[in-house]
């Protein structure tokens, strides 16, 4: 993995190193989905940090999580948008 930019804040836009401390010391701002059932949970989250995989890939801006009995799974968004619409369908599921 590589830094696109070291901070970035929900909208993706570059930050200070200040500013990334000051808001991921915010629960409010970090937590962007928390959806729990019996067995199971999924926790989507602004991680802050402009990583990627790839040269040609958009930043990992979000990171889901979810959990069940039987294992888990991870993945990641570039957009705020799109890591709801995971977050909406991997709670859905």
Known sequence: MRLVAPFLDRQGSPISFKKFCSLHSDPNYVLVGYTAG???QVMTTWTGLGLVDEPWETSHLFQLVALHDSGGAVAWFAS????????????QY
């Open 38 to 40: 019996e067995g199971w």
């Open 80 to 91: 705020e948008a799109d890591a709801l619409d995971g977050h909406r369908l991997c709670a």
